[in-house]
């Protein structure tokens, strides 16, 4: 009992056992349609005619389509740490900053180009600075007008991909250019996009580690006001915790459009949002700010994928999906809500005193 | 003494909010007549099909400022009209009466909103977590019923189809067109149950224990419980509200529309919130009323409208509009906000 406590107080429990739930399920359903019940953890080297040797196996296609999400989860992490509200602005942030590389790299009103407008580092370069400047927009509603983050985050929720779309002058603009398309496809074996999520989180984690970023946020999060007394400047932290957020939604962005090679507008990062803050509570951080985790984040933002690749798998298709994911989310949030611990523990407080009245 | 002059200040600085509103309307509206007066703009019958393609969006903004009276947020609107029109449009398909399938979108919006208003209220998760939720849940249900396109004909429901075009005349604002033929301007009877529930909820607000709890748990939480108001119920009920006046609209947007499709009404919560704030409900709760939400829904209709009859401007313009406006009211609330708290500070 002892050791069942202490494993459920480990902060990576709640992650973990979805992550595992995800993959009994995959086992018994492979087992069920009678392949390998092993299939899911294969992983293989194939050939391919377009892209040579790669990495094949339903766990690298997990990691590497779970890229954008872990990548968002790192910022919303952040977000929601620092202000204890999420920035729903993350999904349509990821379009705009798609559509304004595109449109960079292929030039206004040009739907389909082979050749790149600019060099591809300014085209990434634009696709960042307009993230950050969301970010920075979101910040600046939040820190220093003090507007409910969610609400905030509300106007570039509606507003970013319409921008998008008019950048793109309301077409879905292809960019097929080899050097472009490198970023979503493989380094070698291993696909891009796993690598660029790697540093990312390699980087994240080394400035949380190495300086005191990290216990700030958490500071400001747990109480902004004692922070601030303690001589931290609370409105910057939040600030830039959005600005991160911005960031990786940039980043985020350029991964989903190389991987497509366009700047599809209505469709980059649709419902991601939701994936992101789901990764965050699936992680084990509570969505009311304070203490996180980011290795949770990162394992959720896994598990998340694994379930809408096993919910794909399963025969559900894209647009039903979200009501598996909707139920899950409820669960969590019921499951970490204070009155709901509080009736539990009542009822085995309540189931105790039986027993000790019995003997 | 102190009290009521403050209370005055606070209602002059609201009442202010929504003139500010009243007036911003009168000017675009004015702007949109004088452009497109050429293209019939002019015409009463122009306000009356703003109102007639809103008849929805101003039930679910009633709805919306109720939540947000309480300092809450509902955004699974949008999708739950979505899943109300699809429902409506497959069960007319089966074979189902109108009438019995309209009962039985109100009840599911009642029953909705009793349970999203429980998880808020009682289990107090944040409002925004539960109906985004919510909203995910009503989306993938409306692709779980249909995934596609499902168009309510004159052969599925002659009944509803007999609602979706009768016309309710108004006696007044007629013109003759150039043929001599007098037009006489009309409604749908969309936008009739539209009215009957902006009266009805600004009457509730207004009048009954009800309304002013709204307002009290908006305000102050605690001393709301303090005064003996059953808070988490209240919450619950305010929901249970929203999701139902949703309903209603999602009912009168598919007498509008006359399909039901999945990606139908996406955006619509943004809409709703975005007139209830422009037309002077505060985000943090306690204060705004319907009418105010009911000009927002005009501002937001005159500008959709206006991008229509240009007919060059992209189709994201009026997204773009919006959520201009409602960056620019956003921040005029927390600057009043900011003067209001640094007044009573002084003090």
Redesign the interface.
């Known amino acids: 009992m002892k050791t069942w406590n202490k494993i459920k107080s480990w902060p990576l429990f709640l992650p973990v056992v979805a992550l595992i739930l995800v993959m009994a399920v995959n086992i018994i359903y492979d087992a069920a349609t009678g392949s390998n019940p092993l299939s899911f953890f294969m992983i293989s080297l194939r050939n391919t005619t377009t892209s040579g040797t790669i990495l094949y196996g339903r766990i690298i296609d997990i990691i590497n389509r779970g890229s954008e999400v872990a990548i968002l989860a790192i910022g919303m992490t952040l977000v929601v740490s620092a202000s204890a509200?999420?920035d729903?602005s993350v999904g349509s942030v990821m379009s705009l900053c798609a559509s304004f590389m595109c449109m960079m790299l292929a030039g206004y009103g040009v739907s389909s180009t082979t050749t790149l407008a600019v060099p591809l580092g300014i085209g990434l370069l634009c696709a960042i600075v307009m993230g950050l400047v969301c970010g920075a927009f979101n910040g600046t509603?939040v820190a220093h007008?003090?507007?409910?983050p969610?609400?905030?985050t509300?106007?570039?929720?509606?507003?970013a991909?319409?921008?998008g779309?008019?950048l793109c002058?309301?077409l879905i603009v292809y960019v097929r250019n080899p050097s472009f398309a490198y970023i979503g496809a493989f380094t070698g074996p291993v696909p891009t996009p796993i690598i660029i999520t790697a540093v990312c989180i390699i980087v994240v984690s080394l400035v949380l580690k190495k300086t005191a970023l990290g216990m700030y946020i958490q500071s400001v999060g747990i109480n902004a006001k004692a922070s601030r007394i303690a001589g931290l400047n609370s409105r910057l932290l939040i600030f830039l915790a959005y600005m991160l957020c911005g960031l990786f939604a940039a980043i985020a962005g350029i991964v989903a459009s190389s991987r497509i090679t366009s700047a599809d507008s209505n469709n980059i990062g649709l419902?991601l949002e939701?994936d992101a803050?789901l990764s965050v509570?699936l992680g084990g951080n509570s969505?009311?700010g304070g203490k996180f985790n980011l290795a949770g984040s990162i394992i959720g933002a896994y598990t998340i994928q694994a379930i809408t690749t096993t919910l794909y798998a399963l025969g559900v298709?894209s647009?039903?999906?979200?009501?598996?994911?909707?139920?899950i989310?409820?669960l969590i949030?019921?499951i970490e809500?204070?009155?709901?611990k509080a009736f539990l523990r009542k009822q085995s407080a309540a189931r105790a005193a039986a027993k000790g009245v019995r003997a | 003494m102190s009290k009521k002059a403050d209370s005055k200040k606070s209602i002059n600085s609201n009442t202010m909010l929504l003139l500010i509103t009243i007036a911003l309307f009168i000017v675009l509206y004015a702007g949109g007549c004088i452009a497109y007066g050429s293209k019939g703009f002019t015409h009463f019958q122009t306000f009356l099909n703003i109102l007639i393609t809103n008849a929805g969006l101003i039930c679910v903004a009633c709805g919306m400022t109720c939540v947000m009276l309480t300092g809450g947020?509902d955004i699974s609107v949008g999708a739950l009209i979505a899943m109300d029109c699809m429902l409506l449009a497959v069960g007319m398909q089966k074979g189902i009466g109108a009438v019995p399938m309209i009962i039985l979108v109100l009840l599911i919006g009642i029953v909705f909103g009793i349970f999203q208003g429980f998880?808020v209220g009682?289990?107090?998760?944040?409002p925004?977590?539960?109906s985004?939720?919510?909203?995910?849940?009503c989306?993938?249900?409306t692709?779980?019923i249909c995934?596609d396109q499902v168009s309510i004909t004159q052969e599925i429901s002659p009944t509803f189809y007999a609602w979706a075009n009768a016309k309710v005349i108004v006696p007044f604002g007629g013109y003759t067109n150039n043929k001599g033929k007098y037009m006489a301007p009309y409604v749908r009877p969309g936008v009739v149950v539209a009215l009957i529930v902006l009266i009805a909820i600004f009457l509730i607000l207004r009048y009954t224990k009800f309304g002013r709890s709204l307002y009290a748990v908006g305000g102050s939480e605690s001393s709301a419980a303090m005064m003996g108001l059953n808070v988490k119920l209240i919450k619950m009920k305010a929901y249970m509200l929203s999701s139902f006046l949703c309903s209603i609209g999602g009912i009168c947007y598919c007498l509008n529309t006359m399909a039901g499709s999945?990606s139908q009404a996406t955006?619509l919560e943004?809409d709703a919130?975005s007139s209830a704030v422009i037309g002077g409900t505060l985000?943090?709760g306690g204060v705004g009323n319907v009418i105010g939400s009911f000009f927002g829904v005009l501002i937001n209709g005159t500008i959709s409208s206006i991008v229509k009859t240009n007919g060059k401007l992209?189709?994201?313009?009026p997204?773009?509009l919006?959520?201009?406006l409602?960056?620019i009211f956003?921040?005029i609330q927390?600057?009043f906000?900011v003067l209001r708290s640094r007044q009573t500070g002084k003090r």
């Open positions: 509200g999420t729903i509603l007008l003090s507007i409910q969610m609400v905030a509300l106007i570039l929720y509606s507003a991909r319409a921008i779309l008019l002058n309301d419902y939701m803050i509570a969505l009311g298709s647009i039903q999906a979200p009501v598996f994911k909707a139920v989310v409820i949030v019921v809500a204070p009155p709901f | 947020i998880l009682y289990l107090e998760i944040q925004f977590i539960v985004m939720a919510g909203m995910f849940f989306r993938g249900m692709a779980v995934t999945v955006g943004m919130i985000l943090t992209a189709s994201s313009w997204n773009i919006t959520a201009a409602l960056f956003i921040v927390s600057l906000a």
